[in-house]
């Protein structure tokens, strides 16, 4: 069983609770998630088990969507519905026009500052113990993408939006920063997360119908394998023969690669596939592909990152 669940969270439960859940239902000793949602947001959250635990760290960094909606005229601390009020202000004037125009402002690279209600730490210590206590610390900016934002709706001072962005997005922050551009203040009042990557709601599992899947004999077709979650990378075709010493943690030389994708550079994370399709690692290029063609035959092209057989 060594393989991923694509688990639907509900309202409430937190994600590690849903991890535990998940581990006594299928007896399972291994799991973890691919990417946090607080207790208040639902919607999809991918579970590793036992040896695709390994996967975790290549999965965390796939883009998300959400579906969000937002409270224009009042702005908390948590920058969520569970904070305490900070500012209000009129949203009565705001118009659906403005609305639509400040969300496509957003689209593209971002700047965020973490919230300090967060997981994110400061030697050593989550954000939001510090929150708790009243201690505020500076936080730098970060990097962002925006690859889509939706209007969907507004009624009165709610409003819904959709947003694909990358991983470390702080949905409920961009809901206070576009109050803060709206001139009224804002919150996130709900959060459904409806894709993870390849992973998406509508084939979502609920821990309900996982926990029958063992008695119902239907299992085996509700779990996924390692291939289905890491189609996204490129792939390396090795010769079968050179396979063997690879999983024993030699890199793979210019010689033992059948076939590499178009375009590939040091720092990517590419899956090698044997026989059958089988993922047998992840490995990181050492050159581009131009470089690629340069090497001699014995030199080494791509070094080992995680063997997963």
């Known amino acids: 069983m060594n393989n991923i669940v694509n688990l639907y969270k509900p309202v409430g439960p937190s994600s590690f609770f849903m991890v535990q859940s998940v581990k006594r ?29 390994r996967l975790i760290q290549f999965l965390v960094s796939l883009p998300k969507v959400y579906r969000a909606n937002m ?6 601390d948590t920058q969520d519905a569970t904070g305490q009020v900070t500012a209000t202000g009129d949203a009565t004037t705001v118009t659906e026009p ?18 300090m209600y967060s997981a994110k730490k400061k030697d050593g210590v989550p954000l939001y113990k510090l929150a708790r206590n009243g ?20 009624e009165g001072n ?24 709206l ?24 821990l309900e119908e996982l926990s029958d899947a ?18 996204f990378l490129p792939e390396i075709e090795v010769h079968p023969d050179h ?17 590499t994708p178009d375009r590939f550079q040091p720092g990517m994370n590419l899956r090698v596939t044997g026989e059958e399709g089988c993922i047998v690692a992840i490995v990181d290029p050492v050159v581009d592909e131009e470089g690629f063609q340069q090497l001699d035959p014995g030199e080494i092209a791509f070094k080992l990152k995680r063997v997963l057989v």
């Open 25 to 53: 239902a299928l007896k399972i000793k291994k799991a973890g998630h691919i990417g946090t949602l607080d207790p208040k947001a639902e919607g999809v959250l991918p579970i590793c088990l036992n040896r695709s635990t």
């Open 158 to 181: 709610e409003v819904t939006f959709r947003v694909k962005c990358s991983a470390g997005t702080y949905v409920r922050t961009l809901c206070h920063d576009i109050g803060q551009i």
């Open 214 to 231: 063992p008695s119902d004999g239907t299992l085996t077709e509700k779990l996924l394998g390692t291939e289905a979650g890491l189609d």
């Open 71 to 76: 409270t224009l005229g009042i702005a908390t």
């Open 98 to 115: 403005q609305v639509r125009e400040v969300l496509a402002d957003f689209q593209g690279e971002v700047q965020q500052i973490p919230p």
């Open 243 to 259: 396979i063997p010493s690879l999983t024993h943690g030699i890199p793979l030389t210019k010689v033992a690669v059948r076939a």
């Open 135 to 154: 201690i505020t610390i500076e936080r730098k900016p970060v990097t962002l993408r925006i690859y889509a934002i939706d209007f969907l709706n507004k």
């Open 183 to 206: 001139g009224c203040g804002a919150h996130m009042s709900q959060l459904v997360r409806e894709q993870v990557g390849q992973f998406d709601i509508e084939s979502s599992l609920t």
